[in-house]
């Protein structure tokens, strides 16, 4: 396989399972395991919300540990490797899209999180994109939780 083929070059984890996150609840994502790669990136999809606005809202936020059971997890920012900025869908016109966070810090493992405020309800899931990977082709086995 050629090493400029993106296949071989990407590793895609599955990081929020699709759901409804419903009024006042939050969604914890998967621990994704950044092991022999440079960056992550989340691509996360947000579907219709009817009732978002500045009371009802839901907000992603990534989280990073050097610990698989995210024991000591920090709040990843821009100046601790947040690439972008945390997802904030406080207006129906933000949803229907998907959304892109980057991680290029050194902690090893990330994990999503998606918090409802109010009583907007909302579809979403994440897959994460590894990416710079130590030994190539990568594995692309299926995401499946």
Known sequence: MKSN??????????????AAIGA???????IIDRQGYQTAL????VGTSTTA?????????????????????????SSNGLVGANLVVNATG????????GYNGSKRYLRLAVTETGTASVQV??????????????TNADIAS
Not at 5 to 18: F, S
Not at 42 to 45: G, L, V
Request: proline share 3%; net charge negative.
């Open 5 to 18: 083929d993106l296949h071989a070059n990407v590793k895609q984890a599955l990081a929020i399972i699709p």
């Open 24 to 30: 006042n609840a939050t969604k914890t994502g998967n």
């Open 42 to 45: 989340f691509n996360i999809q």
């Open 53 to 77: 606005d500045g009371s009802n809202y839901m907000t992603v936020s990534l989280t990073a540990s050097d610990d698989s059971g995210m024991s000591g997890e920090e709040a990843v920012t």
């Open 94 to 101: 933000d949803a229907n899209k998907v959304n892109v966070i």
């Open 125 to 138: 899931c994440a897959t994460a994109l590894l990416v710079g990977a130590a030994i190539l082709p990568t």
